[in-house]
């Protein structure tokens, strides 16, 4: 979206004047909004003209100015509606969210009668951000003001001209069933499951004109989206067509070409390379690769953190008898056990680790370490041994930690920032090295990652227990309920 001046002439954005109460004032035309009469000889031609003509960037980059389509958004509106169903991937920060906005405001304005745009998100407000973006729209086009109105109850865009709205939607399938959209827009498609996908293309036939888009970013395992690309070549005989930014495979991360390339953003003037410099020196390279370089990269050994950011941390042994720590147990019946200690300082040490152990073992080993050290707490992972934390509970402090994925999310951000600026000294054991590697990062519905067990079965019950026992020392205001019940 190139910038053009603004015109000083221009009146005010109406912020607020959709939202009304009470009985609302008839809708009274002397005549059709002229657009309703445009002739044109391609449908996608006449999007982009409508956008171009009526629609103002709501924020960012030229906000309040007209906004100018970039070739690739010219081209994601043609394959759309060229085509059925649509999926587009592309790194974040090139304007998705935005796109579809203009494109679902289009398609309500466009004058067909009852129109449905259905907007699904892993979560219902994340689909009403972009109903919201298309409602600051409106508020900054002088045209569209009176002809539209907006429920804050509902969260509905509504184009009173002919009945035509806008509607956001969790991702949910009790949520998608029995829609009858003119077009479903599908926001971070990849965190939509395959059964809601599914759900929305078997309702394609509903309406002659129904089509889907759904756009995302590359996650950090295989999802709907990435089974969709891979058979992208099958489906496109079908109505079906997937369009992909993404940098070479094997380029550097520095590579400012491969940006470029993955970022069309940086082209059309609407994404600053100084963004991406600092992204790339903070974020991690499999992070940056997925959410920068739109590239497909498997969860794997490590790569959760950069190379040697583990090893490079500092040294420190177990703390001297009579210290206080804190313990973490992690670990079930049919995988590896393991107690991890971190001392009050943060350092981090395993204090005791096997294959398989019977409560009463584990039970003992926690008396040896009680007479070791003062145990000022023991963390354990939810729902594992219920009756020896149950027995373990009555003689001393005991914390489970919370099976709530906020709590996963911080401490796996924190973990990985803390290791990679050296921040976690530990006793570097070979079997928490193991463990540590093994993890896999995960990405949630807002992109945040959690670190889990990898696929394969390999081991990580240490390096949980050290992430437990770490963020009790250095975060004591997260984990404060001692479990009355089991």
Same mark, same amino acid.
Request: proline residues 7%; aromatic residues 6%; hydrophobic residues 45%.
């Given at each position: ?8 002439? /221009? ?41 171009? @003509? ?20 010219? +081209? ?21 969210? !935005? ?13 067909? /009668?009852?129109?449905?745009? /259905?907007?699904?998100? !892993? ?30 109850? @509902?969260?509905?865009?509504?184009? %009173? ?11 949910? *399938? ?26 929305? *293309? ?26 969709? %690309? ?7 005989? *079908? ?11 094997? =380029?550097?991360?520095?590579?400012? +070409? ?42 794997? !050994? ?10 490079? =941390? ?17 670990? !079930?019946? @049919? ?40 145990? *000022? ?5 939810? %729902? ?57 990062? +995960?990405? @949630?519905? /807002? ?16 390096? +949980? ?22």
């Amino acid at each position: 979206m190139a910038r053009s001046a603004a015109v000083p002439s /221009d009146p005010p954005i109406a912020h607020g004047e959709l939202v009304r109460s009470g009985a609302r004032a008839p809708l009274q035309l002397v005549e059709l909004p002229e657009w309703h009469g445009w002739q044109y000889r391609s449908l996608p031609g006449r999007v982009c003209r409508w956008i171009e @003509t009526h629609v103002r960037v709501p924020t960012g980059f030229g906000a309040g100015e007209p906004m100018r389509l970039a070739p690739f958004q010219r +081209r994601i509106i043609e394959t759309l509606y060229e085509n059925r169903a649509a999926i587009v991937s592309l790194p974040a920060g090139n304007g998705k969210t !935005t796109l579809l906005a203009a494109i679902s405001l289009e398609r309500i304005c466009r004058g067909d /009668d009852y129109v449905e745009v /259905d907007v699904v998100a !892993t979560k219902q407000e994340q689909a009403g951000l972009l109903v919201e973006t298309a409602k600051r729209m409106v508020e900054a086009s002088p045209a569209l003001v009176p002809l539209c109105t907006f429920s804050a109850r @509902t969260g509905t865009l509504t184009y %009173r001209v002919t009945g035509s709205r806008m509607v956001a939607h969790p991702s949910k *399938v009790t949520a998608v069933q029995g829609l009858n959209f003119s077009l479903a827009v599908i926001d971070e498609i990849g965190f939509a499951s395959d059964q809601v996908v599914s759900t929305l *293309v078997a309702r394609l036939g509903k309406r002659p004109d129904a089509a889907v888009i759904g756009i995302g970013t590359p996650g950090l395992e295989p999802n709907v989206m990435f089974r969709l %690309r891979e058979r992208g070549h099958e489906l496109d005989e *079908v109505g079906f067509s997937y369009l992909e930014w993404s940098a070479p495979g094997g =380029c550097a991360i520095t590579d400012r +070409r491969a940006w470029r390339q993955a970022n069309p953003a940086l082209r059309g003037g609407f994404l600053r390379p100084d963004a991406l410099e600092t992204q790339v020196a903070m974020l991690s390279e499999h992070e940056f690769r997925v959410y920068h370089l739109g590239q497909w990269v498997q969860g794997s !050994t490590g790569a959760w953190l950069p190379a040697g950011a583990w090893d490079a =941390c500092p040294h420190a042994g177990p703390p001297p008898d009579g210290s206080e720590v804190v313990l973490a147990l992690a670990g !079930t019946w @049919t995988s590896s056990v393991a107690v991890v200690g971190a001392s009050m300082d943060g350092a981090v040490f395993v204090a005791w680790a096997n294959e398989t152990a019977t409560d009463s073992e584990l039970e003992s080993v926690l008396e040896a370490a009680s007479k070791r050290w003062q145990v *000022v707490d023991l963390v354990v992972a939810p %729902r594992i041994r219920t009756a020896l934390v149950r027995h373990l509970a009555e003689g001393r402090p005991v914390t489970v930690w919370p099976h709530r994925v906020e709590i996963e999310v911080a401490s796996s951000t924190e973990w990985r920032r803390a290791i990679v600026e050296g921040r976690v000294a530990h006793d570097h054991h070979p079997l928490l090295a193991n463990h540590v590697g093994a993890s896999v990062a +995960r990405a @949630t519905s /807002d992109g945040s990652m959690r670190l889990t067990p990898p696929d394969d079965g390999r081991p990580v019950d240490a390096a +949980r227990a050290a992430r437990m026992a770490w963020w009790q020392v250095t975060h004591t205001e997260a984990l404060t309920e001692v479990p009355a019940i089991f």
